[in-house]
């Protein structure tokens, strides 16, 4: 699979099947993920891959704790305050679609929530990895963040392998820094589910709508 494909083909999967993935093929993609760009070499990133009983107790863990609502302060908004247009309409679209592919209406917000409490278990997905970071560090840093868990991403695809990058995961900072034993001074960015996509799952049929490129891009010259 060359680049051009990994990117068109890159979505995020919300249903994956629990076939196993080879701690040797995280090992590469990771490792080749590393030359991704860095402002001054700082790498500041930090990686936690989460599989078998350790990622069994998390999921057993996250139950109770969403079972018990939003209770922790999250390390960051992960939208802004007061979305405008067409932020605020894109973020609609894709959530509508969703819902409807799902066959879950707008009003039952019950069904919703029950969804929803799927990303605290990895969608299925026999992978999870976290990114953390020094609290020390600015946007520049990360943007960097995005750009080796983009990276991953892409090599996962060269390798036949799904995601979903989920900042969800912020909102428990508390839960998730003491189970992977971060620092004090670490915070933790977001998370990733990793593993095949369920072919035959109706979430897993979306592939998000993009702006025309005349929308958000201007040639000068």
Known sequence: ????????????????????????????VIETATRAPSGGNLQPWHLHVVTGDALARLKTLMREKVSKGFNEVPEYEIYPPKLQSPYRDRRFEIGELMYRQLDIPRE???????????????????VGLFCTVDDNMGPPQWSDLGMILQTIMLLLRAEGL?????????????????????????????????GYANPDSPVNQITSPRAPLEENVEFIS
């Open 108 to 126: 039952d917000k019950a069904a919703r929530f029950e969804w929803f409490k799927r990303n605290f278990e990895f969608f299925g997905a026999p």
């Open 1 to 28: 699979m060359d680049v051009q494909q990994a990117v068109q083909s890159r979505k995020s999967v919300r249903d994956f099947l629990d076939t196993p993935v080879s701690e040797a093929t995280l090992r590469q």
């Open 162 to 194: 799904d995601s979903c990058a989920q900042e969800s995961w912020s909102v428990y900072p508390k839960t998730i820094s003491e189970f992977l034993g971060l620092p004090e001074h670490r915070k933790v960015f977001a998370g990733m589910a990793i």
